[in-house]
């Protein structure tokens, strides 16, 4: 069974930055990203890279700002979150699924919260 595993998330003041982390335990198949879900919104697409070539998708909403990339070796994916925003504020799943927008998920981590204050 694949595990993924956040870390980096946290309270931060507007304009700020933070890194977040997800490590997955072995190989998914599939490619790695985050989703994330504010309250009362549903959880939407943030960003996704691919496990073949490395290809990045990122969403309109946060394009600019946040960069995902990867460590092979350590089988691990990072969310660069950098000017962030209140409306940043939401719990961020680590998801294994297909491209390019995590449509189908086949897995989850336990999620991270992110806190921006204005």
């Known amino acids: 069974q694949v595990q993924l595993v956040e870390s980096g998330g946290g309270l931060v003041q507007a304009g700020g930055s933070l890194r977040l982390s997800c490590a997955a335990s072995?190989?998914?198949?599939?490619?790695l990203g985050w989703r994330r879900q504010a309250p009362g919104k549903e959880r939407e697409f943030v960003a996704a890279i691919s496990s073949d070539d490395g290809s990045t998708y990122i969403s309109d909403s946060v394009q600019g700002r946040f960069t995902i990339s990867r460590d092979v070796a350590k089988n691990t994916v990072y969310l660069q979150m950098n000017s962030l925003k209140p409306e940043d504020t939401a719990v961020y799943y680590c998801?294994?699924?297909?491209?390019?927008?995590?449509?189908?998920?086949?897995?989850w981590g336990q999620g991270t919260q992110v806190t921006v204050s204005s």
């Open positions: 072995g190989r998914t198949g599939y490619a």
């Open positions: 998801a294994a699924g297909d491209l390019p927008r995590l449509g189908f998920v086949a897995y």
